[in-house]
């Protein structure tokens, strides 16, 4: 049996797929694949707005629990912030179905930003208190219109 396009070249085997679907051959396309790709397409959306809801997230705990923290140390988590929250809105505005994924993606995110943030807190330099675990939210604190808003910052 011929290995399958699919798995000889990519590339093609995608250049091939809009060749088909661009003149209408429907009974040419690999349908099997073309279904596990579109259904990566959408997972790989979602992965990219929890991974940006994780960072945006973390920094807004650090910037929450470590208040006293030197403005020099707070800037670079107002800059991830700044940007991660530019990255969310993007995703949100390019797929407007993901609005619909959003809360889930927040409680989905925010145990890995409660770790991030309390390891990355470990790393304080000498002189900044390193906070203690019970001072991190083990809830979400941030509702999601302080999450999207771009004037926030906890």
């Not at 051959?25 to 997972?43: A, M, Y």
């Not at 900044?128 to 509702?143: K, M, T």
Request: with cysteine; net charge negative; glycine share 4%.
């Amino acid at each position: 049996m011929l290995e399958p396009l699919y798995e000889k070249d990519f590339q093609i085997w995608i250049d091939a797929t809009i060749q088909h679907l661009k003149n209408r051959q429907f009974e040419s396309l690999d349908i099997e694949h073309l279904i596990e790709e579109l259904n990566g397409l959408g997972k790989s959306e979602q992965n990219a707005l929890k991974s940006n809801l994780m960072i945006l997230l973390a920094h807004l705990l650090k910037v929450k629990v470590q208040f006293d923290a030197p403005d020099t140390m707070k800037m670079s988590w107002y800059n991830s912030i700044i940007e991660h929250r530019q990255r969310v809105l993007s995703s949100l505005e390019d797929t407007p179905s993901l609005k619909g994924f959003l809360v889930e993606a927040i409680d989905k995110a925010y145990p890995q930003a409660y770790k991030l943030a309390i390891k990355e807190g470990k790393f304080a330099a000498l002189g900044v208190r390193i906070p203690d675990v019970s001072e991190y939210p083990n809830v979400c604190p941030f509702s999601v219109e302080q999450i999207l808003d771009e004037d926030f910052y906890g």
